[in-house]
T-cell receptor, first 113, second 114 residues
Framework: LAKTTQPISMDSYEGQEVNITCSHN???????ITWYQQFPSQGPRFIIQ???TKVTNEVASLFIPADRKSSTLSLPRVSLSDTAVYYC??????????????FGQGTTLQVKP | DTGVSQDPRHKITKRGQNVTFRCDPI?????LYWYRQTLGQGPEFLTY????????KSRLLSDRFSAERPKGSFSTLEIQRTEQGDSAMYLC????????????FGPGTRLLVL
């Protein structure tokens, strides 16, 4: 059972900023929040990972409030090529943790011209 | 290309046949994972290797499924007596255990059982 909840789908237009929020109410102290992107007929691709506050890379930003019960992936100025499924996952390290990823259904982002 | 590779990319087989898929992880990665993904769903964990040791298997992995990772390098996933319900994308991922690790996925093998 996925540890996260996110919208099934979102629509946007080229050039807009897209924010996808994910809920993870039962996140554990040692869990990180990770986002993956998947295009049709390809494997998922790592986008960004964070533990708290804000993380930014060349692709996206990740905002995590102090309680860490949710997170928001922000994609600046999306283009048609950003049309994909975006997965939010929580994963942690521990003596019993294998690192396996538990995916939910993800958010299908459709970017329109 | 130094990413994760999988072979074949597509496989069509008849029900009851055996199939074998291969995954070549990123060379320095000691962890290797197999996932299965059906249409409209996220990938589901099947099994996991740390070097050559298979450390966890999902309940999804019935007795007809077997995975190996000899010498801790490439891995194979075999499905015996395939069923139509086995039709799916089979994804392989690898990672190097540090703290919070990133998994790198291959392109997948799409299996269609007729």
């Amino acid at each position: 059972l996925a540890k996260t909840t996110q919208p099934i789908s979102m629509d946007s237009y080229e050039g807009q900023e897209v924010n996808i929020t994910c809920s993870h109410n039962n996140i554990a102290t040692n869990d990180y929040i990770t986002w993956y992107q998947q295009f049709p007929s390809q494997g998922p691709r790592f986008i960004i990972q964070g533990y708290k506050t804000k993380v930014t890379n060349e692709v996206a930003s990740l905002f995590i409030p102090a309680d860490r019960k949710s997170s928001t992936l922000s994609l600046p100025r999306v283009s048609l090529s950003d049309t994909a499924v975006y997965y939010c996952l929580v994963e942690g390290e521990g003596s019993s943790n294998t690192g396996k990823l538990i995916f939910g259904q993800g958010t299908t982002l459709q970017v329109k011209p | 290309d130094t990413g994760v590779s999988q072979d074949p990319r597509h496989k069509i087989t008849k029900r009851g046949q055996n199939v074998t898929f291969r995954c070549d992880p990123i060379s320095e990665h000691n962890r290797l994972y197999w996932y299965r993904q059906t249409l409209g769903q996220g990938p589901e964990f099947l099994t996991y290797f740390q070097n050559e040791a298979q450390l966890e298997k999902s309940r999804l992995l019935s007795d007809r499924f077997s995975a190996e990772r000899p010498k801790g390098s490439f891995s194979t996933l075999e499905i015996q007596r395939t069923e139509q319900g086995d039709s799916a994308m089979y994804l392989c991922a690898s990672s190097f255990r540090t703290g919070s690790e990133t998994q790198y996925f291959g392109p997948g093998t799409r299996l269609l059982v007729l």
